[in-house]
């Protein structure tokens, strides 16, 4: 029983490897979920910028002048009209987000661009501080 005891004194001691495998590991996990956190609010800060894009395009394809050509009634979209609209939908559910772009390129149809800059939630040594987002939506009046 003796020679247990000295031969376990003998041995190296390897009960502190397991609580710096443990913190490292956790430390790992910490870093990964934070990542993943700021990954989804990039993610979700652009669909809601082109749900923004959408919405604008929409606005902007509302904003025709109806003129009546030959006796059939038509919409007729304005690039100055289109800004108009584009800019009052995205001014009032925008936070923050502003209108680079606004027009009609063949007169039934708005093309809208919006952009913002995306902070992430939570600071993290992988994720930059700010991101750059923009999208672009088209879409056509409702008479032709």
């Given at each position: 029983?003796?020679?247990?005891e000295?031969?376990?004194r003998?041995r190296?001691?390897?009960e502190?490897?397991?609580?710096?495998?443990?913190?490292?590991?956790?430390?790992?996990a910490?870093?990964?979920?934070?990542?993943?956190?700021?990954?989804?609010s990039?993610?979700?800060?652009?669909?809601?910028?082109d749900a923004?894009?959408?919405?604008?395009?929409?606005?902007?394809?509302?904003g025709?002048?109806?003129?009546?050509?030959?006796?059939?009634?038509?919409?007729?979209l304005?690039?100055?009209?289109?800004?108009?609209?584009?800019?009052?939908?995205?001014?009032?559910?925008?936070?923050?987000a502003?209108v680079?772009?606004?027009?009609?390129p063949?007169?039934?149809?708005?093309?809208?661009?919006?952009?913002?800059?995306?902070?992430?939630?939570?600071?993290?040594?992988?994720?930059?501080?700010?991101?750059?987002?923009?999208?672009t939506?088209?879409?056509?009046?409702?008479?032709r």
């Amino acid at each position: 029983m003796r020679w247990r005891e000295d031969h376990r004194r003998g041995r190296p001691d390897d009960e502190g490897s397991i609580l710096l495998l443990t913190l490292g590991y956790a430390l790992l996990a910490i870093a990964v979920i934070l990542v993943c956190i700021d990954a989804t609010s990039l993610y979700l800060a652009q669909k809601r910028l082109d749900a923004l894009a959408d919405a604008a395009a929409l606005a902007g394809a509302d904003g025709f002048t109806l003129v009546v050509d030959g006796g059939e009634p038509r919409a007729v979209l304005s690039d100055d009209g289109v800004r108009d609209q584009a800019e009052a939908i995205v001014a009032e559910v925008g936070d923050g987000a502003t209108v680079i772009e606004a027009g009609t390129p063949d007169g039934v149809s708005a093309r809208v661009r919006v952009a913002d800059t995306w902070r992430p939630p939570l600071v993290a040594l992988f994720v930059p501080d700010g991101v750059a987002l923009s999208a672009t939506a088209t879409s056509r009046t409702a008479l032709r």
